[in-house]
């Protein structure tokens, strides 16, 4: 149950950090937000999945 919670607060800190610097490059609103993340997770997509832009 102790390796769970470890996880679990790794996996937090880790969304957390994604969303501020989500925010922070896209700017602070509902807009920068939601179009921010969907770029971003294409970028990390595309870097994971080997694809050239």
Same mark, same amino acid.
């Given at each position: 149950?102790?390796? =769970?919670?470890?996880?679990?607060? @790794?996996? /937090? &800190?880790?969304?957390? @950090?994604?969303?501020?610097?989500? %925010?922070?490059?896209?700017? &602070?609103?509902?807009?920068?937000? #939601? +179009?921010? #993340?969907? /770029? +971003? %997770?294409? /970028? =990390? /997509?595309?870097? &994971?999945?080997?694809?050239?832009?």
């Amino acid at each position: 149950m102790r390796i =769970l919670s470890k996880v679990l607060w @790794t996996l /937090a &800190f880790l969304v957390a @950090t994604f969303l501020w610097m989500v %925010l922070f490059e896209h700017g &602070f609103s509902m807009k920068g937000l #939601t +179009e921010g #993340t969907g /770029a +971003e %997770l294409q /970028a =990390l /997509a595309s870097w &994971f999945g080997g694809s050239k832009k």
